[in-house]
């Protein structure tokens, strides 16, 4: 069976959080970019708190519990199974999906954010179209800049992510590629078979460090 290499974009996604660490200065403080930032600020606090160092049960469930209510993994799920492939599943199909790759995407991001290096963050710019917004900011590292955009809905209650832009480099699109062809290839339920298998491992804490530039299912 053809394996299917996620090339680089778990790792990038992953560190595109770790990028969100970093207090740096905002172009505009709205409502929207300041939500960003408390999340930020919380998640710090965590991330480097030493009670919490040889902790790792605690720290993560911590961390989750901060980080991913600012995520719509409805919209999400819904944008990298693509409306071709959404429409085919059943209801319950759909509903153990977007579970799957929740979890598969808190945990991956879960993994990167404990490497947290002191990266700084400057929000230059946001923009916002009707129910839609987007968080522009600048990664400053010690030898590069990385441009990471974060796409937002708005929701009942608050703005929430739905998809992250790395150097040009979309997350859902790249996901939306990736399960297009284990569907193409195999079926919905290969598909289903393999987030599964590479959740329980993400979970137990195996194959973080030799697959920090590629993650597969």
């Known amino acids: 069976m053809k394996k299917i290499f996620f090339r680089n974009r778990l790792s990038i996604i992953g560190f595109s959080l770790v ?5 740096g200065k905002a172009a505009q403080a709205s409502g929207i970019t ?15 708190d030493p009670q919490y160092k040889d902790d790792r049960t605690t720290r993560r469930s911590k961390m989750k519990d901060i980080i991913f209510p600012k995520f719509n993994f409805l919209e999400m799920g819904k944008r990298s199974l693509g409306n071709k492939h959404w ?9 153990a999906f977007v579970d799957v790759f929740g979890k598969l995407l808190e945990n991956s991001y ?5 490497n947290y290096s002191d990266e700084k963050i400057n929000y230059v710019d946001e923009i916002v179209k009707g129910k839609y917004a987007m968080v522009k900011t600048e990664v400053v590292r ?5 441009n990471v955009d974060y796409k937002l809905i708005e929701g009942p209650n608050e703005w929430l992510v739905y998809d992250i832009v790395v150097e040009g480099v ?3 699109k790249n996901y939306r590629s990736q399960f297009g062809k284990v569907i193409h290839n195999d079926s919905f339920d290969v598909l289903m078979d393999k987030l599964n298998a590479k959740v329980k491992k993400l979970e137990a804490g195996n194959g973080v460090e030799e697959e920090e530039d590629k993650d597969k299912i």
């Open 19 to 23: 990028l969100i660490l970093g207090a």
């Open 34 to 48: 300041e939500g960003l930032r408390a999340t930020i600020d919380q998640v710090i606090t965590v991330v480097t």
């Open 87 to 95: 429409k085919k599943i059943k209801p319950e199909e759909r509903r």
């Open 110 to 114: 879960a993994n990167k954010l404990e």
């Open 142 to 146: 010690k030898n590069d800049l990385i």
């Open 170 to 172: 979309s997350l859902i």
